[in-house]
Protein backbone atom coordinates (compact mmCIF):
# COMPACT_ATOMS: atom_id res chain seq x y z
CA UNK A 1 0.00 0.00 0.00
CA UNK A 2 1.26 3.54 -0.88
CA UNK A 3 -0.28 6.77 0.17
CA UNK A 4 0.70 9.79 -1.69
CA UNK A 5 0.52 13.46 -0.79
CA UNK A 6 0.74 16.24 -2.95
CA UNK A 7 2.07 19.94 -2.40
CA UNK A 8 3.61 22.97 -3.98
CA UNK A 9 0.16 24.34 -5.63
CA UNK A 10 -0.64 27.75 -6.14
CA UNK A 11 -1.20 30.93 -8.31
CA UNK A 12 1.12 31.78 -10.52
CA UNK A 13 1.35 34.75 -13.57
CA UNK A 14 1.55 33.25 -17.03
CA UNK A 15 5.52 32.45 -17.93
CA UNK A 16 5.74 31.43 -14.09
CA UNK A 17 7.03 28.23 -12.70
CA UNK A 18 6.03 26.33 -9.54
CA UNK A 19 7.54 22.93 -8.09
CA UNK A 20 4.88 20.24 -7.42
CA UNK A 21 5.81 17.82 -4.81
CA UNK A 22 4.38 14.37 -4.05
CA UNK A 23 5.77 12.26 -1.00
CA UNK A 24 4.91 8.44 -0.48
CA UNK A 25 4.51 6.33 2.41
CA UNK A 26 5.78 2.79 2.25
CA UNK A 27 9.32 1.33 2.43
CA UNK A 28 8.56 0.15 -1.30
CA UNK A 29 8.13 3.68 -2.95
CA UNK A 30 11.70 2.84 -5.00
CA UNK A 31 9.53 0.11 -6.84
CA UNK A 32 6.94 1.91 -7.68
CA UNK A 33 6.25 4.06 -11.08
CA UNK A 34 5.12 7.83 -10.58
CA UNK A 35 3.02 9.60 -13.21
CA UNK A 36 1.66 13.10 -12.85
CA UNK A 37 -1.90 13.99 -14.12
CA UNK A 38 -4.05 16.95 -13.86
CA UNK A 39 -8.03 17.64 -14.57
CA UNK A 40 -9.19 21.01 -15.48
CA UNK A 41 -12.76 22.04 -14.44
CA UNK A 42 -15.12 20.04 -17.04
CA UNK A 43 -12.65 17.94 -18.60
CA UNK A 44 -11.09 14.54 -18.25
CA UNK A 45 -8.04 13.60 -15.99
CA UNK A 46 -5.19 14.00 -18.22
CA UNK A 47 -1.87 12.41 -18.31
CA UNK A 48 0.92 14.94 -17.62
CA UNK A 49 4.59 13.31 -16.92
CA UNK A 50 5.75 9.75 -16.01
CA UNK A 51 8.88 8.55 -14.62
CA UNK A 52 10.17 4.76 -14.09
CA UNK A 53 11.10 3.46 -10.64
CA UNK A 54 14.92 4.81 -10.79
CA UNK A 55 14.11 7.88 -12.49
CA UNK A 56 16.25 6.73 -15.38
CA UNK A 57 13.00 6.66 -18.09
CA UNK A 58 10.72 9.83 -18.42
CA UNK A 59 7.40 10.27 -20.42
CA UNK A 60 5.95 13.35 -20.91
CA UNK A 61 2.55 14.49 -22.87
CA UNK A 62 3.27 16.86 -26.16
CA UNK A 63 1.77 19.52 -24.25
CA UNK A 64 3.79 20.02 -22.08
CA UNK A 65 7.36 18.33 -23.28
CA UNK A 66 9.92 21.36 -22.90
CA UNK A 67 8.19 22.92 -20.15
CA UNK A 68 7.69 20.40 -17.25
CA UNK A 69 9.98 18.29 -15.73
CA UNK A 70 9.66 14.89 -13.81
CA UNK A 71 11.97 13.68 -10.97
CA UNK A 72 12.46 11.35 -8.20
CA UNK A 73 14.30 11.47 -5.10
CA UNK A 74 14.10 7.81 -3.80
CA UNK A 75 16.05 8.39 -0.52
CA UNK A 76 13.27 10.55 0.69
CA UNK A 77 9.95 9.37 -0.86
CA UNK A 78 9.21 11.82 -3.28
CA UNK A 79 8.44 12.90 -6.66
CA UNK A 80 9.19 16.01 -8.35
CA UNK A 81 7.28 17.60 -10.88
CA UNK A 82 8.92 20.93 -12.17
CA UNK A 83 6.43 23.10 -14.18
CA UNK A 84 8.25 26.37 -16.18
CA UNK A 85 6.34 28.97 -19.09
CA UNK A 86 3.39 28.10 -17.50
CA UNK A 87 0.09 29.02 -19.15
CA UNK A 88 -3.32 29.64 -18.62
CA UNK A 89 -4.52 26.46 -20.11
CA UNK A 90 -1.92 24.58 -17.35
CA UNK A 91 -4.76 25.54 -14.99
CA UNK A 92 -6.01 21.92 -13.34
CA UNK A 93 -5.53 20.18 -10.25
CA UNK A 94 -3.16 17.87 -10.49
CA UNK A 95 -2.48 14.41 -9.36
CA UNK A 96 0.16 12.28 -8.28
CA UNK A 97 -0.29 8.70 -8.78
CA UNK A 98 1.52 5.59 -7.92
CA UNK A 99 1.80 1.85 -9.44
CA UNK A 100 3.08 -1.52 -8.73
CA UNK A 101 3.14 -3.03 -12.27
CA UNK A 102 7.47 -3.51 -13.03
CA UNK A 103 8.69 -2.44 -16.06
CA UNK A 104 9.13 1.59 -17.07
CA UNK A 105 6.82 3.96 -16.53
CA UNK A 106 2.78 4.45 -17.83
CA UNK A 107 0.64 7.01 -18.90
CA UNK A 108 -2.92 5.73 -18.70
CA UNK A 109 -4.58 6.11 -15.58
CA UNK A 110 -6.11 2.39 -15.27
CA UNK A 111 -2.53 1.48 -14.99
CA UNK A 112 -2.11 3.34 -11.55
CA UNK A 113 -3.26 1.99 -8.42
CA UNK A 114 -2.91 5.00 -5.56
CA UNK A 115 -3.76 8.43 -6.19
CA UNK A 116 -3.17 11.35 -4.60
CA UNK A 117 -6.03 14.06 -3.32
CA UNK A 118 -4.32 16.68 -5.92
CA UNK A 119 -2.78 20.20 -5.49
CA UNK A 120 -4.64 23.13 -7.19
CA UNK A 121 -2.55 25.01 -10.06
CA UNK A 122 -3.55 28.20 -11.22
CA UNK A 123 -2.08 30.30 -13.88
CA UNK A 124 -3.32 33.71 -14.46
CA UNK A 125 -3.01 35.52 -17.68
Known amino acids: QVHVIESGGGLVQAGGSLRLSCAAS????????MGWFRQAPGKEREFVAA????????YYADSVKGRFTISRDNAKNTVYLQLNSLKPEDTAVYYC??????????????????WGQGTQVTVSS
Open 97 to 114: AATGRGGGYYYTRDEYDY
Open 26 to 33: GRTFATYA
Open 51 to 58: VDWSGGST
